[in-house]
């Protein structure tokens, strides 16, 4: 199925905003493009979020909380999908991770979002 492997994250000040990647390595294009992707969010202590979704045709799903702030999107050719987010709180920060929304694959390591001034 291949790994998947966050990045992008880091540490920002309220009101600024972050571009978060996510490559499916080793996963091949046939495999990867039928996929809805999605975003997810953990705080330590906390379960797993749904973020945001993307799927095959490019529609788009989000949680309420983020719409008008972040946007997913996806490159079929590159095997990666991406997360840009606007106007951070100091409540989005956790560790973001992305995976198959319907048959989830192993999860990647994430990257950390730390939204402070």
């Known amino acids: 199925q291949g790994q998947l492997v966050e990045s992008g994250g880091g540490l920002v000040q309220p009101g600024g905003s972050l571009r978060l990647s996510c490559i499916a390595s080793?996963?091949?294009?046939?495999?990867?493009?039928?996929?809805?992707w999605a975003w997810y969010r953990q705080v330590p202590g906390k379960q797993r979020e749904f973020i945001a979704s993307v799927d095959r045709t490019g529609t788009t799903n989000y949680r309420d909380s983020v719409k008008g702030r972040f946007t997913i999107s996806r490159d079929n050719a590159r095997k990666r999908v991406y997360l840009q987010m606007n106007s951070l709180e100091p409540e989005d920060t956790a560790v973001y991770y992305c995976n198959n929304i319907l048959a989830p694959m192993s999860w990647g390591r994430g990257t950390l979002v730390n939204v402070s001034s």
């Open positions: 080793r996963m091949i294009t046939s495999v990867f493009n039928p996929i809805t």
